[in-house]
């Protein structure tokens, strides 16, 4: 082998680990600690509310957030697991890093990946001390043993791909950036971007399932589902308290209710939330940006 | 002459009494049913939303709070919930009537007997609530019940 062919085969080499690393290595996170106050679970407690887990998480009856809902996309079927502190089956166990890596990076406690059904990538906004109070609160609940069916996906659908859409989805558009620095505004695209996850179903997506985030709360098609536009455009005739009291009790300002998926976290989610929280919502969907 | 004109006068006011009559009593074709049956399934849910529109006012702040209207509104509503199911037993999906009930409804009756169930038992709990007297109880209970109502909506009722 010639010099030149060497040193063609080394850079090769060093580029493809650079490339692995970039792709695969663990991110940093705060060495931080679960704590188990009461003050603690009482937040996580809203947090769970805020985060929405419960409309996905929630097993049958009274079994707590042992999962096993179908979440059905254009990728195929997801199912949600269980996240009571059942060692075998759940997240019992889980330390404040694999808390941090699985809600802020989608990342497993054995270093694989999440799928996107998971809205790993609206979470990575949230603050770490909101990831340890729902730590805190999860913890504390009653562990339950239910294990849920595997994920009823293509073939090609594996894990590891989840490395290369997670840096393709980091290049692709970021959301709109607010033009205000009102604290109420703030807080509702906190709760709307970050915790609610509300793009998750209301933003459109691309083909490979990205959120394209320049058409943000756009309204989407999944599977069989529609989430409703919920921007600015959209909610002309609506005003601030409509839609505060919208996700009170789900009604619109006609008098209809909301059905379907949207029921379940009026129900689980939004009805849950201070007065303040929902205001702050109502505040940022009204929001021109 | 005079005796003539009226003679054929009350001949053809007595067959056009007789056609008359016999119209009456002729069997109303499926179509007029059909349209008969949408008026009184549009009418049971108008009366269900004007119960339900005064105590979500007093949920909105638009009409002050009376725990004894929501409880007689409540309790009317849980008395007309399981006539949805009932009136919906009559097919018209085969007739042009105007209707926003969409023909799934009988495709998948299964599946709207369900749900028109959970409406049912959606009433009794709200009912029992509003029985209650507790504000923040009964004006809870407007969601859980206005959900049942929703659900309903979002697949078998035109948008």
């Known amino acids: 082998m010639t010099r030149k062919r060497r040193g063609i085969l080394s850079a090769t080499v060093l580029l493809l680990c650079v490339i692995f690393y970039w792709l695969f290595a663990a991110p940093g996170v705060a060495d931080l600690s679960i704590s188990s106050t009461e003050l603690s679970i009482e937040r996580g407690e809203y947090l769970v509310h805020a985060g929405g887990c419960i409309s996905c998480h929630q097993g049958e009856g009274a079994s707590g957030l042992s999962g096993g809902m179908a979440l059905v996309s254009d990728f195929g079927t997801f199912y949600a697991p269980n996240i009571t502190p059942d060692v075998s089956t759940g997240i019992g166990g889980w330390n404040s890093r694999e808390f941090l890596m699985a809600l802020k990076h989608g990342r497993t406690p054995n270093g694989s990946f999440y799928y996107p059904a998971f809205p790993y990538r609206a979470y990575s906004g949230m603050s770490d001390q909101d990831v340890m109070d729902i730590a805190a609160y999860l913890l504390a609940q009653e562990p339950v043993t239910h294990t849920v069916p595997k994920h009823d996906l293509s073939m090609w659908m594996s894990r590891w791909f989840m490395a290369g859409w997670n840096r393709l989805a980091d290049f692709s558009a970021k959301p709109p950036l607010l033009k205000t620095e009102d604290p109420l505004i703030l807080r509702g695209a906190y709760l709307a971007r970050n915790l609610g996850h509300c793009g998750e179903c209301h933003t459109p997506r691309n083909a490979l399932g990205m959120l394209q985030q320049s058409r943000e709360f756009a309204g989407a098609t999944m599977g069989e589902s529609h989430a409703d536009a919920i921007n600015p455009d959209a909610l002309t005739s609506w005003g601030r308290e409509d839609f505060a009291f919208f996700l009170l009790l789900g009604m619109k300002p006609d008098g209809e209710f909301i059905g379907g998926e949207m029921e379940s976290v009026i129900e689980h989610n939004t009805s849950m939330l201070s007065d303040e929280d929902r205001a702050a919502l109502a505040a940022f969907f009204k929001q021109e940006r | ?159």
């Open chain 2, 1 to 159: 002459m005079l005796k003539q004109i009226v003679g054929i006068g009350l001949v053809v006011i007595s067959a056009s009494g007789v056609i008359s009559v016999s119209a009456q009593q002729a069997e109303p074709t499926p179509e007029e049913l059909a349209a008969q049956a949408a008026d009184t399934r549009q009418s049971l849910f108008k009366l269900l939303r004007y119960n339900l529109n005064m105590i979500s006012g007093m949920a909105r702040g638009t009409v002050a709070f009376d725990a004894a209207v929501a409880e007689r509104n409540a309790n009317r509503i849980a008395e007309l919930a399981p006539m949805i199911p009932e009136l919906f037993a009559a097919d018209t999906r085969a007739y042009n009537i105007e209707t926003e009930a969409l023909p799934i409804i009988w495709d998948r009756m299964d599946e709207f007997t369900e749900k028109a169930n959970n409406l049912v038992n959606a009433a009794n709990t709200f009912a029992a609530t509003a029985r209650g007297g507790e504000r923040n109880a009964i004006l809870g209970g407007i969601r859980a019940f206005g959900g049942a109502c929703g659900n309903c909506h979002e697949t078998f009722r035109e948008d």
